[in-house]
């Protein structure tokens, strides 16, 4: 096996907010509970001391696509630290694996967190759809914009 060029150093979650909604009806749904948008925003940094080490922090929301009322209404925030292999050059190509990667790593670690918490709550917990956070390594920001919906 070999190193990759990503690790994940630690993660942690700065907000949870985990709603479940009293109005919600099945019946409003039909086959289909995850009728949902799912907003993201993604921030990043190197570190000053380190330029193979970065911090990632995304926040998720979920939103109805219309007025019918979601099952839960949920809002993440998430902090990752991770380090990037000697073998990756420096700086952009990092810098654009660890957004897109870096992201993706978490989110995942938020959908299942997710599912965990509203496996305990009223209602059918609702999947996070899988999104792609490609489209942020073509930009040269350091702070990218919202990858809006999947």
Known sequence: ????????????????SLKANPNFK??????????FSVKTHVGSGT?????????????I????????????DASLTLVGFFDVD?????PVPAADLVRVTGSSIL??????FLLTLMGRGPWTPMLLPTISFVDMATK???TPEPAGKP
């Open 140 to 142: 040269k920001k350091e």
């Open 1 to 16: 096996m070999s190193t990759p060029p990503l690790r994940l150093e630690n993660y942690f979650f700065t907000e949870v």
């Open 107 to 112: 989110y995942s670690s938020a959908r299942e």
């Open 47 to 59: 570190n000053k001391e380190d330029p193979r080490k970065f911090q990632v922090t995304l926040d």
């Open 61 to 72: 929301k979920t939103e109805p696509l219309d007025e019918r009322p979601l099952p839960y």
């Open 26 to 35: 099945y019946e409003d749904f039909k086959d289909n509970l995850m009728d």
């Open 86 to 90: 000697p073998s990756v050059a420096l």
